[in-house]
């Protein structure tokens, strides 16, 4: 009686707490601390805790939470993807012809803001590791851009994917000129800034990833 009693009591008190929660170690292969916290989070319930130390991550939640972040991690901690990042600096006025060197991207840009004229000062590009940083110069007549920043973490899944990126871009003439951080589908076009400069008009950069193929 006394032991039916305890079992009684040991599941109520279960139930009154809440599921029951299960703890797991996770070995981190290539994700960065910063970025597998940044996966984990979003799926851990209010009473669940993770923590990293080194290249282990221990998850204390529910059985099914950790079958799901298993999966996810088991998605998202592979080797980093070599991706080619192209990047166009733009000048947004109201004079000159349409710039056939920009034509792929023109109405994306009337969409975005309300220039008359754009036309392609600078470009670059360099192929990027996830998980690493990149610098690039650029220059435009007597003008040097400089474009730095990091791919935090490139995905792809067959023919689509997608990259997350930080972005500075400075010139020795105007200074900073933009600081941002996007997620960008890979073989799109991302258009941020319209950072107005000089007199009469602004620069844009245009932001172009796709996987690179290796020969």
């Given at each position: 009686m006394r032991r039916l009693?305890?079992?009684?009591?040991?599941?109520?008190?279960?139930a009154c707490g809440g599921p029951q929660l299960d703890t797991r170690t996770f070995?981190?292969?290539y994700l960065m601390e910063s970025a597998a916290l940044d996966i984990v989070r979003p799926y851990l319930m209010d009473r669940g805790t993770v923590a990293v130390a080194g290249r282990l991550m221990t998850v204390r939640d529910t059985r099914d939470n950790l079958e799901r972040i298993a999966g996810v991690l088991a998605e998202h901690d592979r080797p980093p993807a070599n991706i080619r990042l192209q990047f166009q600096i733009i000048r947004a006025d109201g004079a000159g012809p349409a710039d056939a060197s920009?034509?792929?991207i023109e109405a994306?840009?009337?969409r975005l803001?309300?220039?008359?004229?754009y036309r392609l000062l600078a470009q670059s590009s360099t192929v990027s590791t996830g998980h690493s940083g990149f610098r690039l110069r650029a220059t435009s007549g007597n003008d040097v851009y400089d474009i730095e920043g990091s791919l935090?973490?490139?995905l792809i899944m067959g023919d689509s994917g997608s990259a997350r990126l930080?972005?500075?871009?400075?010139s020795a003439r105007h200074g900073p000129i933009l600081n941002t951080r996007l997620n960008i589908r890979l073989g799109h076009t991302a258009v941020i800034g319209g950072q107005p400069v000089g007199e009469a008009g602004a620069l844009v950069l245009?932001?172009?990833?796709e996987p690179e193929v290796n020969p």
């Open positions: 009693l305890a079992i009684i009591l040991l599941s109520v008190l279960t070995q981190l292969r920009i034509a792929s994306q840009l009337r803001f309300r220039f008359t004229g935090e973490d490139a930080t972005i500075n871009l400075a245009a932001v172009r990833a």
